[in-house]
């Protein structure tokens, strides 16, 4: 019987009382991914998260595509418990990795078995610094507010990401 790599498989999460989720790497890298509530920014971003990557430590790391699943599980865990919310996800710039970061982010949503389902919509505008700054909408193109939070996305996107 073939064995089945563990770097398919996700790392052991924990998840706290204010639902973030925490796991650590092979390396001892701890990471949290946490998903803020953007309706507290503007009414019509009700159901819309940030969906935000931590690091805990600032090391340099290997390629460890155990983080990737662990990413994908808990993405595909988010669509499945609230199939209606969406995802808004801003690449960090403070250390002009941003354009990386989306590259990956795009490789891992064109691995996904989910895009039949999941919509995203790329953007990019200029920070108070005129840094560019890519981010992104998943969505679930069965939503019943499918044109609503993609028109309340692309007016953040046209504001910088400042609430209205």
Known sequence: ????????????????????YTFTTEDGIEYNIIFIDMG??????WGVYQFNIERNQNIVHKIDNRIYHTVIY?????FQETPDDAILMVCDSS???QQKRRKLFDRWYAKSSHKEDIDVFNAEYHDYNNDK??????INRHTPRYKTVVDSYMQLVRNSMMPI
């Open 1 to 20: 019987m073939k064995e089945v790599s563990s770097s398919l498989h996700p790392y052991p999460l924990r998840k706290d009382e204010d639902g973030i």
């Open 40 to 45: 507290v920014y503007a009414e019509e971003l």
């Open 74 to 78: 808990i993405l595909e865990r988010f």
């Open 95 to 97: 250390d002009g990795k």
């Open 133 to 138: 700054v890519y981010t992104s909408l998943y």
